[in-house]
C-alpha cells in the first residue's frame, strides 16, 4: 500500500485522507518515536486531523508538543529538539486537500525507507500497539516555535550580510508580501518588519478556505501582487504558498519572477567557485549557463530528492523551479521565510529587474494534460518509445530527451492526475511542446 507519495501523504479531506488513518499513522509513528512537535498550516480539516495524529502517538507512548498554527520550515526547525516532527499540510493544493508530512531532526523529510516502514505497519496491522495506561505520552503546548525560527533567520541574515559586505545595515526596501491567507502569515511579515523593510502585506490572515487566490504561488495566481507592487512603486513582491516552503517573486516593475530566474538569482550568491548546485531535471539550461564555474546535479522532481542529494553530495545550495529553495547553511527543509529574507538581502544591492536581465533567456514552456492515475503507465510506455527517435534519453524521472536545439520533459506528476509536460528550445519552444502534448493526448485515445 502506497501511503506516502513524493511530498508526504496528502488527498482529499475525509476520502483519501481520513482520522482513521491520522490514527494509524500516529499509531506507527509513536511505537518508534518517544518525543514529537506537532504543527499545523490553516487547512480546514488541520485541527481534526491533528487530534487523531496526537491520540494515535500519544496512545503508543509519545510525547507530544503542539505549537498551533504554524509554516512548514517553523515546524521543521522546530523538529531540532525532538525525536521527530509532523505536519499537518496540503502545501500549494486546493482548500478541499489535506495532508501529513513528516520531519527529522535536521530539517530532512522522511526518506523512502522511513516511509516505508509506517506504510507497512499499517498496512499489515503491526507494531500499531497501545501502551498501559500510566504509559501514555504527554501533550504539551509550546508557544515560542515562531519567535524561535524568526530569530534564527534574522541571526543568519546578518551573518550572511557580515560575509558580503563587511557591513550589516537594515534593509530600507519596500515589500509587498502576499501570503495567500497561508501560514506565512504568522512569521514573515513580522520578520521583513524587524529587518527593516517598509511592508505592505496582502492576504495575511491564514484562512483555511483560501478565499484570496489559490495557495499555489504561480504568475497566473499572483495577479493582486504584480498590480500592488507597482501601485505602491515598491521594490520587490513576495508571494508564499500555504505551508510557506515555497517563495516566489515580482520584481519592481511587477513581473513575476519565474523559478528557473529565481534559482539561478539564488545559486550566484550561495554557490561558491567551483561549488555544486543541485537541481531537479525540470530546470532550465540558464541554471547551467549562468553558473559556468559551479556543477549542477539533476535529481528527480520533488524537493526531498533534491534536499537529499545535498545532503549526500555537501552542494552548496539547490532548489525547485516551483518555489522551494535549501540552503543547508540553515536547514535541508525548504524555507519561503528565510528566502525571502535573503532575496530581500540581495535585492537591497541589486535591483530584480537588473538580477533577472543579467540570465542568459531561452524560452520555456510548460503545461500539463488531465490523465487518470491508472493510465499514467502506459502512457509513459508509448512516450518513452516515440521520444525514443528524437534523441538521447534521460529517465532519471519521467522521459527527457536531449536534442541539438533544446529538450522535452513528459513525466507523470506524483501528487495529481496530470502529466507535466516541459519543453525548453533556442528558438521554437512552441514546437517542441506541441510534439510532447501529441503524443501524450495520442495514447490517451
Ligand atoms: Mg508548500
Redesign the pocket.
Known sequence: MKLFGSSGIRGITNKEVTVDLALKVGLALGGTKKSAVIGRDPRIAGEMIEHALISGMVSAGCDVMRIGLVT?PTLAHAARNFDCGVMV?A??NPSEYVGIKLWNPDGMAFDSTQQEEIEEAIALARNLNHVEWNRIGSITTGNNAVREHLEMILHNVKQVKVMVDMKVKPASLRVVLDCGCGAGGTITPYLLREMGCDVITLNAQPDGYFPARNPEPNDANLGLLKRAVKEFDADLGIAQ??????MMAVDENGVFVTGDEMLAIFAGYECKAGGTLVVPVDTSMTVDDALPDSSVIRTRVGDVYVAEEIKRTGADFGGEPSGSWIFPRISYCPDGIYAAARLIGIVQDTGLSELRKRLPQYPTKRGTVVCDNEKKGHVMNVVRSELETFGTITDIDGVRVEMDEGWLLVRPSGTEPKIRITAEARTCVDELYYVGEEIVKEALV
Do not use: C, I, L, W
Not at 241 to 246: E, F, I, K, L
Open positions: 512548514t499540510t502545501s500549494h504558498d500555504g505551508d510557506a516552503d515555497r
